[in-house]
C-alpha cells in the first residue's frame, strides 16, 4: 500500500491542524494504521494507532486528550485530528500502515510547526 501524508502547516501554539493519509489500493480496510512524529534531531516516535476496523485506537501519553485518530475505509483516509496543538508538538508527521506485527509501509511525512 502507497501512503500520502497532507495537511501540515504553520499553527500558533493552542490552535489546532487535520492531518490525512490517503492510502492507495483496494485492501486498505485489512490494515491497521499508526501515526509517528519526528521532531528536529530526535528519533521518530510512535502518536496514535487505529485497528482495521476503526474500533480500537491507542495514544501516546503526550498527546492523549487532545489528538484523536479516525479513518473512512471507504475513502481509504486515516485522520489525525490535533487540538491544543503545543510548540514540542512540532515535528514531521508520518503515517504507517501495519500489516502482522510490523509497520511495513510508510508516507512521505508532513511538517507540522507550532509557534510559541
Known amino acids: 500500500v502507497q501512503l500520502q501524508a497532507s495537511g501540515g502547516g504553520l499553527v500558533q501554539a493552542g490552535g489546532s491542524l487535520r492531518l490525512s493519509c490517503l492510502a492507495s489500493?483496494?485492501?486498505?480496510?485489512?490494515?491497521?494504521m499508526g501515526w509517528f512524529r519526528q521532531a528536529p534531531g530526535k528519533e521518530r516516535k510512535f502518536v496514535a494507532s487505529?485497528?482495521?476496523?476503526?474500533?480500537?485506537?491507542y495514544y501516546a501519553d503526550p498527546v492523549k486528550g487532545r489528538f484523536t485518530i479516525s479513518r473512512d475505509n471507504a475513502e481509504n483516509t486515516v485522520y489525525l485530528q490535533m487540538n491544543s496543538l503545543k510548540p514540542e508538538d512540532t515535528a514531521v508527521y508520518y503515517c504507517a500502515a501495519k500489516a502482522g506485527t510490523s509497520y511495513g509501509s510508510w508516507g512521505q511525512g508532513t511538517l507540522v510547526t507550532v509557534s510559541s
Open positions: 487505529i485497528s482495521s476496523s476503526g474500533g480500537n485506537t
Open positions: 489500493g483496494r485492501t486498505f480496510s485489512s490494515y491497521a
